[in-house]
Antibody, heavy 121, light 110 residues
Framework: QVQLVESGGAMVQPGTSLRLSCAGS????????MHWVRQTPGKGLAWVASISFDGTFRAFDESVKGRFTISRLNGQATVFLQMSDLGAQDTAIYFCARDLKTFSSATLDHWGLGTLVTVSS | QSALTQPPSASGSPGQSVTISCTGTTSDIDYYEYVSWYQRHPGKAPKLMIY???KRPSGVPDRFSGSKSGNTASLTVSGLQSEDEGEYYCASYSRTNTVVFGGGTKLTVL
């Protein structure tokens, strides 16, 4: 069955960088756009970024634009979120999610369990 | 502040129906047919309940239905059951090529 497993979450200091990974299995990874979504403590879900099936189209929320990048390696069925200049506002559980389509359609049909990022001095 | 507006809470007794609204703008809900709804239970991955406004993924009970009118989408849960309790989020594709979420609605089955 479809599985998404995030990794790379950690406690880091403000201003530092971190890379999250999400490994997919049980489906043809190269047929789907992928997303990162986060949930801050006590708050709701917030979309972070998406990447098209072939990596040619990427989009970011304004709150992370210029600091975060998204990439993918279809041969390894993995999507990455490179985060830099982290601040306390980036503390959250980060979820990886699969889009139903090849380009983002806001239909996130499978999700991982998330990985926790804590930014604190 | 979330881009889409949902009521913070909703409730109903077992067997009743409840409707959760999700209000956006002419740049998202009103513009696209890409509205989706997610159920979230603590410690579990979010689950897709409705996509493309009205479609239900396989395995989701037909007690769940979606609709849209103008810039407002709605999720209706009929015949409420205790396992329907949880948080529900709407999402929409946006003309800025981004995805916007609602702030979430906590559904309580009384």
């Amino acid at each position: 069955q479809v599985q998404l497993v995030e990794s790379g979450g950690a406690m880091v200091q403000p201003g530092t960088s971190l890379r999250l990974s999400c490994a997919g299995s049980g489906f043809d990874f190269s047929d789907h756009a992928m997303h990162w979504v986060r949930q801050t403590p006590g708050k709701g879900l917030a979309w972070v970024a998406s990447i098209s099936f072939d990596g040619t189209f990427r989009a970011f929320d304004e709150s992370v634009k210029g600091r975060f990048t998204i990439s993918r390696l279809n041969g390894q069925a993995t999507v990455f979120l490179q985060m830099s200049d982290l601040g306390a506002q980036d503390t959250a559980i980060y979820f990886c999610a699969r889009d139903l389509k090849t380009f983002s359609s806001a239909t996130l049909d499978h999700w991982g369990l998330g990985t926790l990022v804590t930014v604190s001095s | 502040q979330s881009a889409l507006t949902q009521p913070p809470s909703a409730s109903g007794s077992p067997g009743q129906s409840v409707t959760i609204s999700c209000t956006g703008t002419t740049s998202d809900i009103d513009y696209y047919e890409y509205v989706s709804w997610y159920q979230r239970h603590p410690g579990k991955a979010p689950k897709l309940m409705i996509y493309e406004v009205t479609k239900r993924p396989s395995g989701v009970p037909d007690r769940f239905s979606g609709s849209k009118s103008g810039n407002t989408a709605s999720l209706t849960v009929s015949g409420l059951q205790s396992e329907d309790e949880g948080e529900y989020y709407c999402a929409s594709y946006s003309r800025t090529n981004t995805v916007v979420f609602g702030g979430g609605t906590k559904l309580t089955v009384l």
